[in-house]
């Protein structure tokens, strides 16, 4: 089957009703300071990085790793850098892309607005790059609100998928326990218990991440190797993982470990 070619840009992702109608709402004087941040900010984390501008309604800095990973130059993102990005997903996916975006705007401006700047969205989605699908997971959070509390900055992060299917779209509250995860097959948005790591567990994760064996974990922990493999049963049970390598990203992903 041949799909038709979806072109998207920000205004895709963007209801007219939380719009910022008035530009003299968003002070560009301290800009930079954002911009400056940002940059070292992808520095320190080697993550593509990018801010979308809901005022101007396109992507006001991206980081050169972000650049390079959706296979465009300095010269192409200056011309059309968000019309390049939303190009470089996958034509079955954009539709979905333009759902969660929607319907996270949705579930964000219903909460406090003391309550939104806590938030972090996250999915999982394809980019393009030499005809190849790469999956990954991205993040984002609000970074600056106008005083009337429309969304006027948000800071994106991109890191390894711990899934090898897209969707999966999650909202957490900073410092809440449990999360929102949205329904893909029911179009609605469901608040999940969440759930924490035992110490036992981040132990083999982080021996694991460091590249122990499981011989090597169980004398480090002090523990049978059968032990051992009993945690991880349960650990890929929480994680809803089949390897030990999915559960590393997993846990590092949704900030179960550091």
Excluded at 54 to 68: G, K, T, V
Excluded at 104 to 113: E, G, H, I, K, R
Excluded at 121 to 137: A, C, E, H, T
Excluded at 215 to 220: N, P, S, V
Aim: net charge negative.
């Amino acid at each position: 089957m041949t799909l038709t070619h979806i072109t998207m840009t920000l205004n895709d992702f963007i209801n007219p009703k939380y719009v910022v109608t008035n530009p003299d709402d968003c002070d560009y004087s301290d800009i930079d300071l954002y911009i400056q941040t940002a940059q070292a900010f992808a520095r320190g984390i080697y993550h593509p990085v990018f801010i979308i501008d809901y005022c101007r309604r396109n992507i006001l800095y991206a980081s050169d790793n972000f650049m390079y990973l959706c296979g465009m130059t300095h010269e192409e993102f200056k011309e059309q850098g968000s019309h390049l990005y939303f190009d470089n997903v996958p034509e079955e996916e954009k539709p979905m892309l333009a759902e969660i975006i929607n319907k996270s705007m949705d579930l964000m401006y219903s909460l406090p607005m003391e309550v939104r700047p806590k938030i972090t969205i996250s999915y999982y989605v394809s980019l393009m790059k030499d005809r190849r699908k790469r999956l990954v997971l991205q993040k984002f959070t609000p970074l600056r609100f106008t005083n009337d509390g429309k969304l006027w900055l948000m800071l994106c992060t991109i890191s390894v998928s711990s899934r090898k299917k897209p969707g999966m779209p999650i909202i957490r509250e900073m410092g809440d326990h449990d999360f929102y995860f949205y329904s893909l097959e029911k179009h609605e948005w469901f608040r999940r218990e969440g759930f924490t790591l035992t110490e036992m567990e981040k132990d083999i994760l982080q021996y694991s991440s460091q590249g122990y064996t499981m011989k090597e974990i169980a004398d480090a922990m002090h523990k049978s190797e059968d032990a051992i493999k009993s945690i991880k049963r349960v650990l890929f049970a929480k994680l809803n993982v089949r390897s030990i390598t999915e559960a590393v990203f997993a846990a590092i992903n949704h900030d179960l470990i550091h």
